[in-house]
């Protein structure tokens, strides 16, 4: 009875990339705690989602102190990167890396969830970001990732209608919005396109007047963050 009322844990759902380029920042040596001091402009869901992942991790302790495995991923060289996130997975998802019952090279997507599910207090959009984060994760450390996992979803037949066609005011807006030779706010003259990160990141906005989920816009505003550190150093 004990364990069936234990709290389940709750996994990281920050994106991978976040956490790791936060990471990259202590190459030259770990400070004595980790805390949201370090996390410059990052929002305050954010810096939590962080700590909650170097937690789950064992990256740090409660308290916010650097453990050994922190050092050896945040400081070493890339073989021993690899090693240590290697061995913090196994760790921190035995249901996943350290079990007979689930094989992270042949599962499919379902069964990914399902152990997630059963193993973590994630569920719905949560649920869909922690497993985004594992599955890179996975991927950096060096596991052979199933490609049932990986792949994309396709569209199921005759699950969606042909998008009505646009009207010819709407379809002329839209050849000019995409028309780099048109009057766009984001000329490619603009300095700040010379940086590929910054570039690629507003190549993933959606088109004006579109439906854009919270979710998604927050995750794109907060990876905007996580750039602008790394490209206009504060000193």
């Not at 920050?14 to 370090?38: C, E, H, S």
């Not at 030779?181 to 910054?198: F, Y």
């Amino acid at each position: 009875m004990e364990a069936a009322d234990k709290k389940k844990p709750a996994p990281p759902y920050v994106a991978y990339k976040t956490l790791r380029n936060f990471l990259d920042r202590f190459k030259q040596g770990l400070p004595g705690r980790i805390d949201r001091g370090l996390m410059g402009s990052m929002s305050g869901a954010a810096q939590s989602q962080v700590i909650t992942a170097l937690r789950f991790l064992g990256m740090i302790s409660e308290n916010g102190l650097p453990t050994k495995l922190m050092q050896r991923y945040a400081t070493g060289e890339e073989e021993d990167r690899r090693a240590a996130l290697f061995e913090m997975l196994m760790g921190a998802y035995p249901f996943l890396f350290d079990t007979s019952e689930f094989s992270i090279k042949s599962a499919t997507a379902s069964q990914l969830r399902e152990a997630m599910e059963a193993n973590t207090s994630a569920t719905g959009e949560t649920l869909a970001r922690c497993i985004a984060f594992v599955k890179d994760a996975a991927q950096d450390a060096g596991f052979s990732v199933s490609q049932f996992i990986l792949q994309k979803k396709g569209r199921a037949p005759g699950g969606r209608k042909k998008a009505p066609k646009p009207r010819r005011e709407e379809k002329t807006a839209e050849v000019v919005h995409h028309n780099p030779a048109a009057h766009s706010p984001i000329s490619p003259a603009m300095p700040a396109l010379a940086s590929l990160m910054l570039s690629g990141l507003f190549q993933r906005l959606p088109k004006p007047g579109s439906v854009w989920p919270r979710v998604d816009r927050d995750q794109w505003l907060q990876t905007l963050q996580n750039v602008l550190l790394l490209e206009y150093p504060e000193s």
